[in-house]
């Protein structure tokens, strides 16, 4: 009887379509890069293969959205973090109604659908500031949909407020907001949150937020930045993580990893490469194989990588972004528009197509 190499039953397993392990995990990072990437972009078409009425595999999606910072103060402090700033500090501010009303009108011009909306922590505005915010945009701007204020901000708030997380995401919701971004997971590793952000909340507290606003019907992304001081196997149990809520709860759309930047923070590691950027997605996407859509980053990795990284399980090439303020403080800044985005998937052979938050064609 001839025996069946390890790597051959590897590979059988993500043809397949079978769930991996970590140990798998492991072996699939040191595969040849491009022989990962096939395997990738073979479960990115198991994932999509019913999407879009069968033409999922065919199908690029992207979105024209803005972020906007409506505050850069914060008292998390994060030595990941180039962005924020303390009171005490003469470039700090708290953006006004009109300022935020004027960047969703340039939004609006550019056909936008999405805002997302983030700040610091705050120590000061309240609960009535937020409201009005949200109350506000949902009013001038019914066609935008807000994606807004990470699990970090959520925890942040219920604190301040002095109610529970999920009286605040109610709240939130009546007033307005559509869905949740993933951001703040970072590593969903206590000893790694501990010591590149120890004053943000913890990886249960970041898990229990996305939990609750999945019970009350809100979808939400689900992200991790790498390549700080984290190992691998922190990597694969930030993944394990989020795949078993998603088991729990189906509440997340996509998932979007992107690489520390390391350029103005206190946190100093070594750039991660772009065929380590891309060997972590192609893990992550075969890894989670109950999430449907997977982002490249072409944010912190620039187009080209952006557009490569369609070939290693990315199904979409996230946003045009009109507004991007946390990446480019520590010294990274691409900038796309709509025609560019839709160069570059064609170029990869792919039919590029404008999505809303919840991975549903516009047009």
């Given at each position: 009887?001839?025996?069946?190499?390890?790597?051959?039953?590897?590979?059988?397993?993500?043809?397949?379509?079978?769930?991996?392990?970590?140990?798998?995990?492991?072996?699939?990072?040191?595969?040849?890069?491009?022989?990962?990437?096939?395997?990738?972009?073979?479960?990115?078409?198991?994932?999509?293969?019913?999407?879009?009425?069968?033409?999922?595999?065919?199908?690029?999606?992207?979105?024209?959205?803005?972020?906007?910072?409506?505050?850069?103060?914060?008292?998390?402090?994060?030595?990941?973090?180039?962005?924020?700033?303390?009171?005490?500090?003469?470039?700090?501010?708290?953006?006004?109604?009109?300022?935020?009303?004027?960047?969703?009108?340039?939004?609006?011009?550019?056909?936008?659908?999405?805002?997302?909306?983030?700040?610091?922590?705050?120590?000061?505005?309240?609960?009535?500031?937020?409201?009005?915010?949200?109350?506000?945009?949902?009013?001038?701007?019914?066609?935008i949909n807000i994606h807004g204020?990470?699990?970090?901000?959520?925890?942040?708030?219920?604190?301040?407020?002095?109610?529970?997380?999920?009286?605040?995401?109610?709240?939130?919701?009546?007033?307005?907001?559509?869905?949740?971004?993933?951001?703040?997971?970072?590593?969903?590793?206590?000893?790694?949150?501990?010591?590149?952000?120890?004053?943000?909340?913890?990886?249960?507290?970041w898990l229990d937020v996305m939990?609750?606003?999945?019970?009350?019907?809100?979808?939400?992304?689900?992200?991790?930045?790498?390549?700080?001081?984290?190992?691998?196997?922190?990597?694969?149990?930030?993944?394990?993580?989020?795949?078993?809520?998603?088991?729990?709860?189906?509440?997340?759309?996509?998932?979007?990893?992107?690489?520390?930047?390391?350029?103005?923070?206190?946190?100093?590691?070594?750039?991660?490469?772009?065929?380590?950027?891309?060997?972590?997605?192609?893990?992550?996407?075969?890894?989670?194989?109950?999430?449907?859509?997977?982002?490249?980053?072409?944010?912190?990795?620039?187009?080209?990588?952006?557009?490569?990284?369609?070939?290693?399980?990315?199904?979409?090439?996230?946003?045009?972004?009109?507004?991007?303020?946390?990446?480019?403080?520590?010294?990274?800044?691409?900038?796309?528009?709509?025609?560019?985005?839709?160069?570059?998937?064609?170029?990869?052979?792919?039919?590029?197509?404008?999505?809303?938050?919840?991975?549903?064609?516009?047009?």
């Amino acid at each position: 009887m001839v025996e069946i190499r390890t790597e051959e039953r590897l590979v059988d397993k993500v043809l397949g379509g079978e769930r991996i392990s970590a140990d798998d995990a492991r072996a699939l990072h040191a595969l040849p890069l491009a022989e990962l990437g096939a395997l990738a972009d073979a479960r990115r078409r198991l994932a999509k293969a019913a999407a879009y009425g069968g033409r999922g595999n065919e199908i690029v999606t992207y979105i024209v959205d803005r972020n906007i910072n409506y505050t850069n103060v914060c008292n998390v402090y994060c030595k990941f973090c180039a962005f924020y700033r303390t009171e005490k500090d003469s470039d700090h501010y708290v953006l006004s109604p009109e300022e935020i009303d004027a960047k969703l009108d340039e939004l609006s011009a550019e056909g936008g659908v999405q805002v997302l909306l983030q700040g610091g922590h705050h120590p000061k505005l309240g609960i009535e500031f937020y409201l009005g915010m949200l109350a506000r945009i949902r009013e001038k701007f019914p066609h935008i949909n807000i994606h807004g204020f990470s699990p970090p901000e959520f925890n942040h708030f219920a604190g301040v407020f002095g109610m529970p997380v999920r009286e605040v995401i109610e709240k939130f919701v009546a007033a307005g907001l559509g869905s949740i971004p993933g951001g703040g997971g970072e590593i969903l590793v206590d000893r790694v949150r501990e010591q590149i952000a120890p004053l943000k909340c913890g990886s249960d507290a970041w898990l229990d937020v996305m939990r609750q606003a999945h019970g009350l019907g809100l979808r939400s992304s689900a992200t991790m930045m790498f390549g700080h001081v984290e190992s691998f196997d922190d990597r694969i149990e930030h993944l394990s993580r989020l795949r078993d809520l998603q088991d729990e709860t189906g509440g997340f759309t996509a998932f979007i990893c992107w690489t520390f930047q390391p350029e103005h923070t206190k946190l100093k590691a070594e750039t991660v490469t772009a065929a380590e950027y891309l060997r972590t997605q192609a893990v992550a996407r075969i890894f989670l194989d109950n999430f449907e859509n997977v982002q490249s980053s072409w944010v912190t990795q620039g187009p080209e990588i952006g557009q490569v990284a369609l070939q290693f399980g990315a199904n979409d090439f996230g946003s045009v972004m009109m507004e991007e303020n946390v990446v480019s403080s520590a010294g990274t800044s691409f900038r796309l528009r709509a025609a560019d985005i839709e160069h570059l998937i064609r170029e990869a052979g792919q039919e590029p197509r404008r999505r809303n938050t919840w991975y549903q064609l516009l047009n």
